[in-house]
Every structure is written in structure tokens, then in C-alpha cells.
């Protein structure tokens, strides 16, 4: 009898969790020993509309993946039984077994905030070793940037107010679930309804309790007795099974230590208003309301400018699943590649994604209030002085938004890409999840007022130095020269 499987990855089958045109590439390249040290960089294409910006997550779980690549015994057995792989000659199966990454990783820190076309990942490594680990990378980093970017929204809309992740049961499947749970606490949520996730990533749980026990017990006053009786400290009564309002009575009177009551359908507003009342007409003032139900950074949004004394917002679908956006424009591409010695610049010309050559790096320009200027994607190895009137007058537009947020005096170069592997090793002390969430908590408060707005449509600056431009020019005129020969 076959046994179910929880197809969970583990670090045995790492290497199997790619797409198959991976292999196929990585098998021809070995083949003709086209094994040259290569960099590749990853970045999203272009800025969904009204999103201002993305918050970098998913590092910890990418430098994993890679320290940990590998293929064991049964994976390669499989891959060597693939049709596709009848014809390929055994060396290659050899090289799989023995398979480790030998590379460097630059990127830029979890919680920082990016842009469209930034590289917060680099790659450099023998050619085959970067390509195999595209897919995963894509997928992981994609991911949580995605969702810890809409958690950054949820929790701007709320001004202060908690926000709590109760995505996972809408997750797409119980590992993005606890992915999703870590994202959207690195964009600003205070903690999560995922056990799994406070188990193994220490994340801070919290949840209250479902209809289906008020249910269970029948009568709504001697469901929340019973459920203050287990948890006398800590009762957040749900309160709208039948009828709110009644429920919000009968909740005030169950304990005058009530922690607090959870709305989860009808007029928030207007719910929200009477049941505060209701709760401070029998001194319940430190009882806090929590409200639930199918809410977005919009509606958390519409609920506190109407005044709705909302202390708590608890957020499922559409922060997990990122429903406004459900999926980012994330590429990988090869930049440069060395052979025989020399840096070969590599770039691709298709229509409306074209990209540049060459190692880069970002440049973030911050004023002497600590506020983000805008950002030069450069190359790896530029040097700029923001002060000179070469720099401000290359980056006008840059300097235009200085004005509005302190100046031009002081500014400051910032880069964000860092080294945290080298030589196949990790080479930096991975942060903590807190301090993750502070950095970004940091990065966003450093934003021109503008892109902390929901409905912003005004582009944060981000240009490409003339050096840079002038590289992609002429590797674009030496591949026409040769297509022409």
C-alpha cells in the first residue's frame, strides 16, 4: 500500500527543486566544459502599479538553499532515468553526486526596501552552479519579498495599530503558510496565527477563537464562560455568531479582565463604535476590539478614517495570497561571464526587456535626515560623491526630490548589496527575525513621504549611471557587429 507523502522539501532533494530545463542546460554546459565563472543577478521587472516599493525578504531560506545544494543518490538515479537524459553520458550523473556550491552571494539585507530593476541578488560562480539554483531563487525570494511587501502596506494603513497575520488557512499550501507568516511579520505584522511558524521561526502567535465553539457549546453566554474559564488571562471572545451587539453584552460581563472581543463581519464602523461603548459602560476600557474578515490595507484604511475604535486588525486572504498582486515580475540573468581570462559583457536585447551587463551594484542617495534621496543602479566598482554638481546634475530628478526632503547639503552614498557568501561559505552573521523587522520598519520610515501612500502613482527615482549606460552601448554595438558577420 502506498503511503501518503507530505512533499515538504528537505535538505536531501534540494537539488531536484528546480525546473527540469535547468539540468538540460546544466548537462549540455558540462558536456562542452563550458564551466566558466559567470555572474548572474536577480531583480523585479519594472514596479506593480500603485506599489511604491518592496521590502526584501526570503535571504535566510535562499542562503540555506545554497549552502545546503545538493543531489543525493535517489535524486540523480531519477533525473538519470528521465528520457530526456538517455543520451547524456554518465561524467554528468558523477558531477550531480558531487555537486557544492564554490561561489560568492551578494545582496542586499532582508527588510530593506528595493525597487523595479534593482539586483538585490548577486550570483558569481562556475557557470553550471549558478544556473541550477535560478528557479528556487526565483520562487523564494519572489515570494516573501511579494507578501512581506503587502504587510508593509496593511501595516502602514493601520497608523500604529496591530496588525496580525491569519493568512495561513488561505495560504497556497501549509509551507507558504509559514513562509508567508515570516514575510508579513518582516513587513510589519505583530505576530501570527501560524503555531508552526512561532515553533520554528519564533515568530510572535496570537489568535482568539472560531464560531464553530460557540457553536459546539450552543448557548453564546455559556461559550464564553467556558472559554474564559480555560484561558481566564487571555479571552478574546468572538462575538458576531448571532447576534453582535447582544454578543458584545454578553461578553462585558463575563470577566472584568476581558482582554477583549473579535469582530469578524457586518458594518466594522458602525459594529465597532457601539460595542466600544458598550464595553466601557462596564469599565472594560483596557478590553481591546479585534477586527477580522476579509481585510486589505483599503478597508483597514476606510475603517480608521470613519473613526471605528479598532485596536487590532487581523488579516488573512489578502495579505497572504497578496490579492491585489499576487505574483512578482522576478528575472535572473546572466550579466558577465569570464573566458580565457577576459569578462565577457552579456546582456539580452528582446523587446521591453532588455538588461545590462556587468557586475552592479545599488547606490542609495540619504539626505541628513536619514531620508532616502533616490537610488543609482551602477556598476559594482563605480564611486560617486552625491555632493558634486557632476553627480546633481546627472541625477536631476534625484536631487529634485532632495529639496522636498532636507535639501541637498550632506547627502550621502549608501550601497545596499553585501557580501554574505564567499568561497561557497557564509561569510555574515545572519540578523535576527526582530531585527529584520526593524530594518525595514527603518527603511520605510526613510521614504519620501509620497511612497507611503496607497494610492500613490508618483516613481521613487531610481537611475542608471552614465557609465553603466555607456557599457550596455557598447555591448549592444559589438553583438550587432558579430550578428552582421
Same mark, same amino acid.
Given at each position: 500500500?502506498?503511503?501518503?507523502?507530505?512533499?515538504?522539501?528537505?535538505?536531501?532533494?534540494?537539488?531536484?527543486?528546480?525546473?527540469?530545463?535547468?539540468?538540460?542546460?546544466?548537462?549540455?554546459?558540462?558536456?562542452?566544459?563550458?564551466?566558466?565563472?559567470?555572474?548572474?543577478?536577480?531583480?523585479?521587472?519594472?514596479?506593480?502599479?500603485?506599489?511604491?516599493?518592496?521590502?526584501?525578504?526570503?535571504?535566510?531560506?535562499?542562503?540555506?538553499?545554497?549552502?545546503?545544494? /545538493?543531489?543525493?543518490?535517489?535524486?540523480?538515479? !531519477? #533525473?538519470? &532515468?528521465?528520457?530526456?537524459? =538517455? %543520451? *547524456?553520458?554518465?561524467?554528468?550523473?558523477?558531477?550531480?553526486?558531487?555537486?557544492?556550491?564554490?561561489?560568492?552571494?551578494?545582496?542586499?539585507?532582508?527588510?530593506?526596501?528595493?525597487?523595479?530593476?534593482?539586483?538585490?541578488?548577486?550570483?558569481?560562480?562556475?557557470?553550471?552552479?549558478?544556473?541550477?539554483?535560478?528557479?528556487?531563487?526565483?520562487?523564494?525570494?519572489?515570494?516573501?519579498?511579494?507578501?512581506?511587501?503587502?504587510?508593509?502596506?496593511?501595516?502602514?494603513?493601520?497608523?500604529?495599530?496591530?496588525?496580525?497575520?491569519?493568512?495561513?488557512?488561505?495560504?497556497?499550501?501549509?509551507?507558504? /503558510?509559514?513562509?508567508?507568516?515570516?514575510?508579513? !511579520? #518582516?513587513? &510589519?505584522?505583530?505576530?501570527? =496565527? %501560524? *503555531?508552526?511558524?512561532?515553533?520554528?521561526?519564533?515568530?510572535?502567535?496570537?489568535?482568539?477563537?472560531?464560531?464553530?465553539?460557540?457553536?459546539?457549546?450552543?448557548?453564546?453566554?455559556?461559550?464564553?464562560?467556558?472559554?474564559?474559564?480555560?484561558?481566564?488571562?487571555?479571552?478574546?471572545?468572538?462575538?458576531?455568531?448571532?447576534?453582535?451587539?447582544?454578543?458584545?453584552?454578553?461578553?462585558?460581563?463575563?470577566?472584568?479582565?476581558?482582554?477583549?472581543?473579535?469582530?469578524?463581519?457586518?458594518?466594522?464602523?458602525?459594529?465597532?463604535?457601539?460595542?466600544?461603548?458598550?464595553?466601557?459602560?462596564?469599565?472594560?476600557?483596557?478590553?481591546?476590539?479585534?477586527?477580522?474578515?476579509?481585510?486589505?490595507?483599503?478597508?483597514?484604511?476606510?475603517?480608521?478614517?470613519?473613526?471605528?475604535?479598532?485596536?487590532?486588525?487581523?488579516?488573512?486572504?489578502?495579505?497572504?495570497?497578496?490579492?491585489?498582486?499576487?505574483?512578482?515580475?522576478?528575472?535572473?540573468?546572466?550579466?558577465?561571464?569570464?573566458?580565457?581570462?577576459?569578462?565577457?559583457?552579456?546582456?539580452?536585447?528582446?523587446?521591453?526587456?532588455?538588461?545590462?551587463?556587468?557586475?552592479?551594484?545599488?547606490?542609495?542617495?540619504?539626505?541628513?535626515?536619514?531620508?532616502?534621496?533616490?537610488?543609482?543602479?551602477?556598476?559594482?566598482?563605480?564611486?560617486?560623491?552625491?555632493?558634486?554638481?557632476?553627480?546633481?546634475?546627472?541625477?536631476?530628478?534625484?536631487?529634485?526630490?532632495?529639496?522636498?526632503?532636507?535639501?541637498?547639503?550632506?547627502?550621502?552614498?549608501?550601497?545596499?548589496?553585501?557580501?554574505?557568501?564567499?568561497?561557497?561559505?557564509?561569510?555574515?552573521?545572519?540578523?535576527?527575525?526582530?531585527?529584520?523587522?526593524?530594518?525595514?520598519?527603518?527603511?520605510?520610515?526613510?521614504?519620501?513621504?509620497?511612497?507611503?501612500?496607497?494610492?500613490?502613482?508618483?516613481?521613487?527615482?531610481?537611475?542608471?549611471?552614465?557609465?553603466?549606460?555607456?557599457?550596455?552601448?557598447?555591448?549592444?554595438?559589438?553583438?550587432?557587429?558579430?550578428?552582421?558577420?
Amino acid at each position: 500500500m502506498n503511503r501518503p507523502k507530505s512533499l515538504f522539501l528537505t535538505d536531501s532533494n534540494l537539488g531536484a527543486a528546480t525546473d527540469l530545463y535547468q539540468l538540460t542546460m546544466a548537462a549540455g554546459l558540462h558536456k562542452y566544459g563550458m564551466d566558466d565563472w559567470a555572474t548572474f543577478e536577480l531583480w523585479v521587472r519594472g514596479m506593480p502599479e500603485k506599489r511604491s516599493f518592496f521590502v526584501a525578504a526570503g535571504l535566510e531560506q535562499a542562503l540555506h538553499y545554497i549552502l545546503n545544494l /545538493g543531489f543525493s543518490k535517489e535524486s540523480v538515479d !531519477y #533525473i538519470k &532515468g528521465l528520457p530526456v537524459f =538517455s %543520451n *547524456v553520458e554518465g561524467a554528468f550523473f558523477k558531477y550531480l553526486e558531487g555537486f557544492k556550491f564554490s561561489g560568492d552571494i551578494f545582496a542586499a539585507p532582508e527588510g530593506s526596501v528595493f525597487f523595479g530593476d534593482e539586483p538585490v541578488l548577486r550570483v558569481s560562480a562556475p557557470l553550471i552552479e549558478c544556473q541550477v539554483m535560478e528557479t528556487y531563487l526565483l520562487s523564494t525570494l519572489g515570494f516573501q519579498s511579494l507578501i512581506a511587501s503587502k504587510a508593509a502596506r496593511v501595516a502602514l494603513a493601520a497608523q500604529g495599530k496591530s496588525v496580525i497575520d491569519f493568512g495561513t488557512r488561505r495560504a497556497h499550501g501549509a509551507q507558504a /503558510g509559514v513562509l508567508a507568516a515570516r514575510a508579513g !511579520y #518582516i513587513g &510589519g505584522c505583530a505576530g501570527t =496565527s %501560524n *503555531v508552526l511558524a512561532g515553533c520554528e521561526l519564533g515568530l510572535p502567535v496570537m489568535g482568539t477563537m472560531a464560531h464553530s465553539w460557540v457553536m459546539a457549546v450552543g448557548d453564546e453566554e455559556e461559550a464564553f464562560k467556558k472559554f474564559d474559564n480555560v484561558f481566564p488571562d487571555d479571552s478574546v471572545l468572538l462575538i458576531d455568531t448571532y447576534d453582535t451587539i447582544n454578543g458584545a453584552r454578553l461578553a462585558a460581563k463575563i470577566n472584568e479582565k476581558l482582554k477583549g472581543v473579535r469582530l469578524d463581519s457586518g458594518d466594522l464602523v458602525k459594529l465597532s463604535k457601539e460595542t466600544r461603548a458598550i464595553l466601557d459602560n462596564e469599565g472594560l476600557m483596557n478590553a481591546k476590539i479585534v477586527v477580522s474578515g476579509d481585510l486589505n490595507e483599503h478597508k483597514i484604511k476606510h475603517l480608521l478614517d470613519e473613526g471605528a475604535p479598532v485596536d487590532v486588525f487581523g488579516v488573512g486572504t489578502e495579505m497572504v495570497v497578496s490579492k491585489d498582486c499576487p505574483s512578482l515580475g522576478c528575472v535572473y540573468k546572466l550579466v558577465e561571464q569570464v573566458v580565457d581570462g577576459q569578462t565577457i559583457p552579456k546582456i539580452k536585447l528582446s523587446r521591453d526587456k532588455s538588461t545590462y551587463p556587468f557586475k552592479k551594484q545599488i547606490y542609495r542617495v540619504v539626505n541628513s535626515k536619514g531620508k532616502f534621496v533616490g537610488d543609482v543602479i551602477g556598476l559594482a566598482n563605480e564611486r560617486f560623491d552625491p555632493n558634486d554638481a557632476n553627480f546633481q546634475s546627472q541625477f536631476s530628478n534625484a536631487m529634485d526630490i532632495s529639496k522636498q526632503a532636507g535639501g541637498q547639503s550632506g547627502l550621502k552614498i549608501k550601497t545596499l548589496l553585501e557580501p554574505v557568501i564567499a568561497g561557497g561559505k557564509i561569510c555574515v552573521d545572519l540578523p535576527g527575525i526582530s531585527d529584520i523587522q526593524q530594518t525595514a520598519r527603518e527603511n520605510i520610515a526613510a521614504l519620501p513621504e509620497f511612497c507611503k501612500k496607497l494610492d500613490n502613482n508618483k516613481p521613487y527615482t531610481v537611475a542608471k549611471s552614465n557609465t553603466l549606460e555607456r557599457e550596455k552601448e557598447k555591448a549592444v554595438e559589438n553583438l550587432t557587429r558579430v550578428s552582421k558577420k
